[in-house]
């Protein structure tokens, strides 16, 4: 099976423009999950989508956003890019499958280094 | 949630068995551990979980204190390739796939 799949690799842009990054599940996987990763911050959620629906929330403004299409394929767009949004952006599949979701494990993409000048 | 504390940097000789602290001292009791590892430029990699008995799998072995406020991920032959950051966190019951990490602790191992 393939890898969840985040384009693109890299990514540069200036304060004030947005951005849409994307993400491509595991095959058959409907849960797709978000994450920022910066040096000083560690990794924190962004947000959660199952079955196109967004379930869970992390503490971010809302420029930040999220959708999910029928294919459980994912985009997050962040607009009015600021200097502190530079990070790796990464992307988590899982299958959905358990009601609880606690125990699925979650298989990231390589993510998206997004650098705002 | 749960915080975790983990040392910063640790030292393995290739071969050898590579033992990582994590401390959950306020752990609840429907809290798993997890562990990840990320190996520069790529995604973190899921490695194992548990609850309150030890567990292993082909990656690793992860040891829980009976008190669950702190555990020991073992690789137990490591190699080059195992060096990378190790993450342990603990998943809240019924949030879904809201996963944090803290500092980890960045593995070297050594020839």
């Known amino acids: 099976k393939a890898g969840v799949t985040q384009t693109p690799r890299y990514l540069i842009k200036t304060r004030g423009q947005q951005v849409t990054l994307s993400c491509s599940p595991i095959?058959?996987?409907?849960?797709v999950s978000w994450y920022q990763q910066t040096p000083g911050q560690g990794l924190q959620f962004l947000f959660e989508y199952f079955s196109e629906t967004q379930r869970n929330k992390g503490n971010f403004p809302g420029r930040f956003s999220g959708r999910q299409f029928s294919n459980s394929r994912s985009e997050m767009n962040v607009s009015t890019l600021e200097l502190g949004d530079s990070a790796l952006y990464l992307c988590?599949?899982?299958?959905?499958?358990?009601?609880?979701?606690?125990?699925?494990?979650?298989?990231f993409g390589s993510g998206t280094q997004l650098s705002v000048l | 949630d749960a915080k975790t504390t983990q040392p910063t940097s640790m030292d393995c000789a290739e071969g050898r068995a590579a033992n990582l602290p994590c401390n959950h001292s306020?752990?609840?009791?429907?809290?798993?551990v997890y562990w990840y590892r990320q190996i520069h430029s790529q995604g973190p990699q899921y490695i194992i979980h548990g609850l309150k008995n030890n567990e292993t799998n082909e990656m690793a072995s992860l040891i829980i204190t009976e008190d669950r406020k702190s555990s020991t991920l073992i690789l137990p032959h490591a190699t080059l390739r195992d060096t990378a950051v190790y993450y342990c966190t603990v998943r809240v019951l019924l949030a879904g796939n809201m996963l944090t990490f803290g500092g980890g602790t960045r593995l070297m191992v050594k020839p």
């Open positions: 306020t752990i609840s009791g429907n809290e798993y």
């Open positions: 095959s058959g996987h409907r849960s």
């Open positions: 988590a599949s899982s299958p959905g499958a358990s009601g609880t979701f606690l125990n699925e494990k979650l298989f």
